[in-house]
Every structure is written in C-alpha cells, then in structure tokens.
C-alpha cells in the first residue's frame, strides 16, 4: 500500500512561473510532512516542513500548503529560477517516515 | 556547517560478497537512519538506530542486513551476502530529534552488485 502518493511525476516551468508539486496521504497518524530536494548524484536535502496543526507555512520562495481533512500537502514555489531544476520528494513521518515517488521539476530560463 | 558523511561514495562488488557501508553521523545527533534509493525510484526506509539498538525496521531490512555504531563516531550497514536487487544508493540520516523530524541525510553510497 502506497502510504504517500506524489504527483506530478515532471514539471516544467518556465523562469518566473510557480511550480505545484502535490501530496496526499494515507494515514492520519502522520504528525510531520516534510519536502526534500534532491540534486543529481547528492542526497534529499530537508526543504520545508508542516507539523498537522498548521495549514500553510512559508520560507521564503518556498510555500507549504496543507488540508488536514482531505489529507493532502502540497509545495508551491514561487518565482522558480533554474537553479531549482531538482528532484523534490514529499514525505510523512509515523514510526518511520515515507516518502512520495518524487517530482522531477525542470524550471526553463 | 555540520554534515552527514558517507563512504566510500561508490562500491562495486559480486554478487554474494560481504559489504559494509559507513557513515560518519552530525556528532551531536543520537538518532542514525539507513535509507535505499533504487535508481529513479522513491527513497525507502531501512531501519533506525538509538542508544545501540535497532528503534523500527521496514520488510526490506531482512536478515542478510545488519546496523552498528562501532566506535563513536561511525555508523555502519552490512549487507551479509549482496543479491542484484540490492543495487541501490544507499544514505545514512541522522537527527538531533527523538520523534525523527528533521533528518539530515548524507550523499550516498552507490552499491552495485554484478
């Protein structure tokens, strides 16, 4: 059972465009949902993260939206630049955590 | 900046063969974390570490798997007896947080088994 569905699978967008990678879960024992970036050849990087009591947070580009009641999470990046051609996973933390099948995002200058 | 630290960053071994995999943690952290990344594939739980022993495990971490903290610093996986599938990235993570928020994860191991 695929405890994290993640989607899109790929992305593009435009320099300046706002990229929309979204989550849903399963199990509403999850208490963290956090976005990982991942670059070629490195590891997930910890981007932003959500604790179920709050609907949105925000770091600076970086936008974490999140409905408790239809169980999804998703990640907004606001002015994409090329440098954020990454691969970005979602996850959700239990006893352990699971991670989405990834988003492969390509931002076009 | 305190990073998690993994060697080597690719190895290559036959099938059958014995592998340790080693990871130098963020020194304060107490919490060590192994994950598997089949390629193009989703990362997946292996097991985490507290206080010498094994916290949770998932189904992949099956008996031919094994974790230790043999000094310190070090944080190690074995794989007793490689198969193909086991071809993976490999990272160690490694948090300051007892609930296992905020993971920080190292670059990698590439393990390929032929």
């Known amino acids: 059972q695929q405890q994290v569905k993640q989607s899109p699978q790929s992305l593009i967008v435009q320099k300046g465009g706002i990229s929309i990678i979204n989550c849903a879960y399963e199990?509403?024992?999850?208490?963290?949902f956090p976005w990982y970036q991942q670059f070629p050849g490195k590891g997930p990087a910890l981007l932003i993260a959500?604790?179920?009591?709050?609907s949105e947070k925000k770091e600076g580009r970086f936008t974490i939206s999140f409905n408790k009641s239809a169980k999804q999470f998703s990640l907004h990046i606001m002015d994409s630049q090329p440098g954020d051609s990454a691969t970005y996973f979602c996850?959700?933390?239990?006893?352990?955590?699971?991670f989405g099948t990834g988003t492969s995002l390509t931002v076009i200058p | 900046e305190p990073e998690v630290t993994q060697t080597p960053s690719h190895q290559v071994t036959q099938m059958g063969q014995e592998v340790i995999l080693r990871c130098v943690p963020i020194?304060?952290?107490?919490?060590f974390y192994w994950y598997r990344q089949i390629l193009g594939q989703k990362v997946e739980f292996l097991v985490s570490?507290?206080?010498?022993?094994?916290?949770?495990k998932s189904e992949i971490f099956d008996d031919q798997f094994s974790v230790e903290r043999p000094d310190g610093s070090n944080f190690t996986l074995k794989i007793r007896s490689t198969k193909l599938e086991d071809s993976a990235m490999y990272f160690c993570?490694?948090?300051?947080?007892?609930?296992?928020?905020?993971?920080?994860f190292g670059p990698g191991t590439r393990l390929t088994v032929l």
């Open positions: 993570a490694s948090s300051g947080d007892p609930y296992g928020r905020e993971q920080f």
């Open positions: 199990n509403t024992a999850f208490d963290y």
């Open positions: 959500i604790r179920p009591d709050v």
């Open positions: 996850a959700a933390l239990g006893n352990q955590f699971y």
């Open positions: 020194s304060n952290h107490l919490y």
């Open positions: 570490f507290y206080n010498n022993e094994i916290s949770e």
